[in-house]
């Protein structure tokens, strides 16, 4: 009997059949484009690695140690904090921001994913430009998580303050080990994070929800 006039194979009707197919196309589907994009992230990286830039290095290197633990957000919340209104206002729903993305990120994230550092060896980046590699999974990149949902919860309550903020979250974010795509979600969850901090203090008793 041919599939088309009765069940399918081993006895599945024809359609549920076919929804089995799609349903397995689909899925190789999605997992040829991960795989697409996980050649286009390390591409990306070895083109990056193979790229002398001496000067660049010295400075990243340097901005990568001082926002180590989020330093550098703690050191401009402090400066924001001595004046009252909403430079203090600002401080305090930058540092929510960050709480919120540091857990989010090495709480959650990093422990569901476990996706290594890059090779440096297989970019190869030369002994001159190696770093010590951080034990950390690699996704997504904490650093530029915190950065940037300080940049956003404090430049949501004072607006001058985000571009320079923003821009220091960027460098921040080419500063560290990682794949292009680990930088990318660490600065998407950075700005979830600080719209869900904001969003949560907004509910707080005593506070506005408007």
Not at 80 to 87: E, I, N, S
Not at 122 to 136: F, G, I, K, L
Not at 167 to 178: G, K, W
Not at 184 to 189: E, T
Request: charged share 15%.
């Amino acid at each position: 009997m041919r599939a088309a006039d009765g069940p399918g194979a081993a006895g599945v009707p024809a359609d549920e059949t076919g929804g089995s197919c799609r349903t397995g196309t689909a899925g190789a589907t999605v997992a040829a484009a991960l795989r697409d994009l996980r050649a286009i992230d390390g591409a990306v990286y070895a083109a990056v690695a193979a790229t002398p830039t001496p000067t660049l290095d010295t400075a990243l290197r340097r901005l990568s140690r001082a926002a180590d633990r989020s330093k550098l957000s703690l050191g401009i919340a402090a400066g924001l904090a001595v004046f009252p209104g909403r430079p203090r206002q600002a401080a305090g729903a930058g540092l929510g921001a960050v709480a919120m993305a540091s857990a989010s990120a090495n709480l959650l994230a990093k422990r569901l994913v476990h996706r290594r550092r890059p090779d440096r060896e297989a970019a190869p980046v030369t002994v001159a430009r190696q770093v010590p590699m951080p034990a950390s999974a690699s996704f997504p990149s904490g650093h530029t998580a915190s950065a940037v949902a300080f940049a956003i919860g404090a430049g949501a309550v004072l607006p001058g303050a985000l571009l320079p903020l923003w821009s220091l979250a960027s460098a921040i974010a080419c500063s560290r080990v990682h794949y292009p795509g680990d930088v990318a979600a660490g600065a998407v969850l950075g700005v979830a994070s600080a719209v869900t901090a904001r969003r949560l203090s907004r509910e707080l008793p005593g506070r506005r929800t408007t």
